[in-house]
């Protein structure tokens, strides 16, 4: 037990740690403008896959050309195909006031199937996809070293509540989520503020896909986000619909994680216990925490 806390106080365990957040960070802020303006938006983990996919593919295509840079342009689109999934979301939930939790759904399915249908054709493997050259840089001093979606999602959270808290657009996106009906009356387009919340989320889901694929590793490979999205959905609610409360709930679980990792080098529990264990305590949170602050209108097409 006291090897274990040795491993827990090292540079290693806290940069394993911060790793475990980023992704679980971005994709809940991306659920946050969705959820708060009243669209449920539960593809959130096959957004993760598109932009994981979009990223590697044409960061490794435009390796020879562009080198360095290629990264950059794979983030770029990794964060577009996200946004354009989301949007095909909010099309048919929004548009068409379908069930919104079926098309989060069948996003999510999508995600499971397309990958590897598109890698075999590009590839001839439908389980990853070739290694980049130029994955994107790390900043940092030793072990501390991150790719850069890992300062842009803690800058994120603060720009997410300043957005949220002390603008009109923020406003007028926590009202359509609360009170559409009135928003509308004073003359708030609601459906254009839940297309610009389901599509925002869109772009930081598949922006967290980029990190996993080319920010952290050099490959897409199949399953990468591992439900990620899945417990950056618990890590909202447990948050409260709040950037702060977000942001303690993904340091939580990506703790959580981290010492899934470190303890799955060790013999002091099953493997199968800790590889669980971020998503056992991912339920209980849930159990304890419930749906008490979800917006209002959270689900509820609206019919004006």
Known sequence: MEGLFAQLLTTA???????????????????LFSERSG???????????FGALAG?????????????????VGWLAGALVGGLIAWIHAVVSIK???????????????????????LQA????????????HPLPLWGVGELR???????????????????????????????????GAAASMGVNVRRMRYSGVILSGLLAGTAGV??????????????????????LAALIFGQWKPLGVLGATVLFGFLQAISITLGGTDLLPPTLVAALPYLITIIALIFTGRSAAPRA?????EG
């Open 211 to 232: 990190f996993l694929s080319v920010g952290n590793l050099d490959a897409f490979v199949r399953n990468i986000s591992a439900g990620l999205g899945f417990i950056a």
């Open 122 to 133: 590009l590839y001839g493997t439908s389980t990853e996809s070739p290694k980049v050259a």
């Open 39 to 49: 669209v449920v938006n539960i593809a959130l983990d096959g957004l993760i896959i």
């Open 298 to 302: 959270l689900g509820k097409p609206f």
């Open 96 to 118: 068409y006031r379908a069930d919104q939790v079926i098309s989060g759904t069948a996003i999510n399915l999508l995600a499971t199937g397309v990958p590897s249908v598109i």
């Open 146 to 180: 991150f790719s850069p979606p890992v300062y842009f999602a803690f800058v994120a959270v603060a720009v997410t509540w300043y957005v949220l808290y002390r603008t009109p657009y923020g406003l007028r996106l926590r009202a359509t989520g609360e009170h559409p």
């Open 56 to 72: 590697a593919i044409v960061t490794y295509t435009l390796d020879p050309t562009l080198g360095a840079l290629a990264p950059w």
């Open 13 to 31: 365990f806290l940069a394993t740690f911060i790793r475990s957040v980023v992704p679980l960070l971005l994709t809940a802020l991306g659920g």
